[in-house]
């Protein structure tokens, strides 16, 4: 299996990611949510194989010392084949090095610490609704 990795979001079909990133994720947000968080991004990867899209990362940051890691998905019939590390690496190869903060996903933990990332004891996170991240079992009460 042959993966390229592309770091541009020019000529992106916007429609093919946003499938890419419902099948990932396992639930749908609206094209514009899409466009607008990538284009918005300081970093975006994407994953090929023979010019299909099969996986997607972006990061926002400050360029100098903070970042944070947001949509890394792979294809789900692709998973577990490496295409997650090397998206992983590609983004961050294009990030400051002092930190970079994720949430990971429930059952992905083990994939970012292979990565060498730690989990944090007093990380903390305001949201305009914490509903769905309440119904999740992701926060502590
Ligand atoms: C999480 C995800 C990106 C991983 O991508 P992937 O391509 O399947 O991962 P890789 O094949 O590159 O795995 C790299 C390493 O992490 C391990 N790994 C991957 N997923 C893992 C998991 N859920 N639990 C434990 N280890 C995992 C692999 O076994 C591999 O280990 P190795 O280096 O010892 O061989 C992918 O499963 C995914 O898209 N999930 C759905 C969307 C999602 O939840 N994304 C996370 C957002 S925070």
């Known amino acids: 299996m042959t993966i390229t990795i592309t770091d541009t979001i020019d000529d992106l079909d916007w429609v093919v990611l946003n499938d890419l990133l419902t099948r990932g ?5 609206s094209q ?3 466009q607008r968080t990538f284009t918005g991004s300081y970093a975006c ?3 090929w194989q023979d010019g299909t899209l099969v996986g997607a990362a972006r990061a926002i940051s400050d ?3 903070c970042s944070a890691i ?3 998905a792979v294809d789900p019939v692709l998973q ?3 295409i997650g590390r090397a998206l992983m690496q590609a983004i961050l190869a294009r990030l400051p090095k002092r930190s970079v903060m994720l949430v990971s996903t429930m059952g992905n933990e083990d994939f970012y610490r292979k990565l060498g990332f730690r989990k ?3 990380a903390y996170i305001l949201m305009e609704d914490f509903r769905g991240w309440e ?3 992701y926060l502590e009460t």
């Not at 994720?25 to 947000?29: D, M, N």
């Open 25 to 29: 994720f396992g639930y749908e947000r």
């Open 32 to 34: 514009e949510v899409v």
């Open 45 to 47: 990867c994407f994953a």
């Open 63 to 65: 360029g100098v010392a």
């Open 70 to 72: 947001y949509d890394v």
């Open 80 to 82: 577990g084949q490496g």
């Open 120 to 122: 944090m004891r007093t």
């Open 135 to 137: 119904a999740g079992g």
